[in-house]
């Protein structure tokens, strides 16, 4: 038995939620997202709460039951609260900045890398040395931050790279003479 699937989703007060066959939709204050369940699950909406049931005892109904219950919670927090995650870049001379629609990095390369930010996202750069990527779907945040990451990751010597804020570097010592 699922553990994470037998607990009902609460939708807290503010959040609109629609649910229309195998449809979900939500509607809050930072916007509107949807989701379609698969066919080995049964939902079901009422009393403010979400209830998701695997059909039957298959592995594959299993399975997808707490995968789906979860990605129902994401679909409600992220219309009411939103996501964000946070990259710290370390180096020297290692920066960036927010210009309109597009993320500039500079990481040691022989030029500036120009990241477009995607719709649904938003990008904020406090300091030259950190940046918050933030929206209300989930997958398409972490996604975004796993981009910016991948052009420069950490590494283990220096340390010098892009990580998320709450990431640890394994350092390793360097030669001996």
Same mark, same amino acid.
């Given at each position: ?7 009902? @989703?609460? /939708?807290?007060?503010?959040? !609109? @939620? ?11 204050? =930072? ?6 369940? $698969?066919?080995? $699950?049964? @939902? ?7 209830? /998701? ?17 979860? =990605?129902?919670?994401? =679909? /409600? ?9 946070? =990259? !710290? +870049? ?6 960036? *900045? ?14 500036? @890398? ?8 938003? +990008? *904020?750069?406090? &300091? ?15 996604? $975004? ?12 010597? &220096?340390?010098?790279? /892009? ?5 640890? +570097? ?6 001996? &003479?």
């Amino acid at each position: 038995m699922s553990r994470i699937g037998k607990n009902p @989703v609460t /939708v807290p007060s503010g959040v !609109e @939620v629609k649910l229309d066959g195998r449809d979900l939709t939500a509607k809050g204050k =930072l916007g509107q997202l949807s989701m379609r369940f $698969v066919s080995d $699950v049964n @939902v079901e909406f009422a009393d403010g709460k979400i209830t /998701v049931r695997p059909v039957n005892s298959t592995k594959k109904a299993r399975m997808a039951w707490g995968m789906q219950r979860t =990605l129902a919670q994401n =679909l /409600v927090t992220g219309v009411s609260e939103g996501f964000s995650r946070d =990259l !710290e +870049i370390t180096g020297t001379g290692y920066r960036a *900045q927010v210009q309109g629609k597009t993320l500039s990095l500079a990481l040691g390369f022989s030029h500036d @890398v120009n990241y477009q930010i995607p719709e649904g996202i938003d +990008i *904020q750069c406090e &300091k030259p040395t950190s940046i918050k990527v933030s929206g209300i779907d989930k997958q398409k945040v972490g996604q $975004v931050a796993a981009e910016i990451r991948a052009w420069r990751p950490p590494e283990p010597y &220096k340390g010098k790279g /892009v990580r998320y804020a709450d990431e640890y +570097i394994v350092r390793k010592e360097g030669k001996k &003479k």
